[in-house]
């Protein structure tokens, strides 16, 4: 299989790239993970979180939603001084205060999957973007999911349209046509978002 540019520096980009980039997530526990890791990669290179994603999930109780809910100021000051994650306090509050909004929208939806599927009528998106280029920072559902709100009356933080837009290809669902740049992505869908 071919791979897009971005994957090719280190294994867990490539593994990453292969066999998790865009394809659809239905599993809250893993809905939370990509969450949380989204939002410390805010003003990192993707590659840096990936390289941190053991040490992540470590760190975060394995991202037992209601566990990371609970963190107190002594869990918290435990991971600014854990180098196996990004040490930022605002990211690291705002994974507890987005554990909390995660939970509220579980309790009035089913699930998260249930409230973040709805934006696409529970199917993936198929753009028709044929380069780099053409791909915006956000689209239409990334800024709904972003302003909806649970985003603001639930406090979800680092929910930016962008984040948004790389979260969603990351769930697999906001993907663009089989050939970009001469790549074949029938089987991986590549996605150059920046946030």
Known sequence: MKKCAWALSSLSEQHYHDLEWGVPIHDDRLLFEFLILEGAQAGL????ILNKRMAYREAFDQFDVVKVASYDDHKINELLVNPGIVRNKL???????????????????????????????????????ESAVEIPTFTKVSEMMSYWRYANILSFSFGYPAVVVLISTVLGYDYFSD?????????????????
């Not at 290179?45 to 840096?48: C, D």
């Not at 050939?179 to 150059?192: A, D, E, L, Q, R």
């Open 45 to 48: 290179s993707w590659s840096t």
């Open 91 to 129: 990211k690291i509050n705002s994974a507890v205060s987005n554990a909390l909004a995660f939970i509220n929208v579980q309790r009035e939806f089913g699930s998260f999957d249930s409230y973040i599927w709805q934006f696409v009528q529970g199917r993936p998106v198929c753009n028709t973007w």
């Open 179 to 195: 050939f970009v740049n001469g790549i074949n992505t029938t089987n991986s869908i590549c996605v150059f978002v920046i946030s």
